[in-house]
């Protein structure tokens, strides 16, 4: 004989706890960083610090490098790093170009993180992790940090890295030493410096000077200052003696990666909504196999001789 359920089933009830956690972890994320909502577009402050790197004058030297490191407290402070990664937060990239009469030479390229007037990685960050203050640098918060890895995705530059070994997961990437300007000081890897190569003040200031630099040498230069309008502006700046394409700089536009970003992250509530859905399913499926298994078993068992009811 079958038994009527008047009350709600434990489908329709897990269904519901299924959308109501989706909504509940979008509506969270929407609070905690309404760059999900709103592009990212606003004031830029003019008198935001920069970096402006002459790869003219570089050697290759890594003081700036291992000067970021020690001044991050990174493992393996005397290792030179060949990448971006949790333990180097910036690293001198060489690269073989010919020059115009066949010669191979070298280019010393300092690789790190752009600080985007408008970053893609605080855009695509679903809990506000990251965000980029007024005075120039992008700040993580490793304390509201989830671990989604978005930023990741989202950056054009491949900066965010991933500690895969921790438990928690955390993002790691260079903040500009904001510890460091908090006391007057500039970026560690501008104070190792020992060839010029290096420059940090106003992003306007520095802006003016590489214009000079480039009128005032002709053939030194490419006339190309990468970061001047890239994906709507970078904080650090690169001049050039050969095109930034033969270095590796991805060739980008000048609008904000924020929109694309953004564009994606408008697409959560659909996905988490078919994630919940799918899970439910997935839990109501393996529940219902159990079940029949069971009514199964039993049947069989109250068939045997003997067999108590």
């Known amino acids: 004989m079958k038994t009527t359920h008047t009350e709600p089933s ?63 407290d990174r493992p393996h402070p005397k290792r030179t790093p060949i990448a971006l990664d949790t333990d180097a937060y910036s690293f001198v990239d060489e690269r073989r170009i010919e020059n ?110 590489a214009r000079a630099q480039i009128a005032s040498n002709s053939g030194r230069y490419v006339e190309h200052i990468y970061g001047e309008h890239e994906v709507g502006g970078t904080s650090v700046l690169y001049l050039s003696p050969v095109p930034f394409s033969a270095l590796g700089f991805p060739a980008l536009g000048e609008d904000p990666n924020p929109r694309y970003a953004e564009a994606v992250m408008r697409q959560t509530p659909a996905i988490a909504l078919t994630v919940a859905s799918v899970v439910t399913a997935l839990h109501l499926f393996m529940q219902r196999r159990q079940q029949v298994k069971g009514e199964a078993t039993l049947h069989i068992a109250t068939q045997k001789p003997g067999a108590e009811l």
């Open 10 to 72: 434990r489908r329709d009830l897990l269904k519901g706890m299924g959308c109501g956690i989706a909504t509940l972890m979008l509506s969270t994320a929407l609070a905690a960083n309404p760059s999900l909502v709103e592009a990212s577009s606003g004031v830029v402050n003019e008198k935001a610090w920069g970096l402006l790197v002459d790869l003219t004058r570089c050697t290759g030297c890594q003081s700036c490098a291992l000067a970021c490191k020690d001044a991050n």
């Open 100 to 209: 115009p009469v066949g010669q191979v030479e070298s280019v010393y390229v300092k690789r790190q993180c752009m600080h985007c007037l408008h970053p893609a990685c605080v855009s695509a960050c679903t809990v506000g992790a990251l965000r980029k203050t007024a005075e120039g640098p992008v700040v993580y918060d490793a304390e509201k940090c989830i671990g989604c890895r978005y930023c990741q995705y989202a950056c054009p530059f491949g900066v965010p890295t991933y500690e895969w070994e921790n438990p928690l997961g955390l993002i790691h990437k260079c903040q500009m030493c904001t510890s460091r300007l908090d006391e007057d000081e500039s970026p560690a890897c501008v104070a190792a410096c020992p060839n010029g190569a290096l420059r940090f003040g106003p992003r306007q200031q520095l802006l003016a000077q």
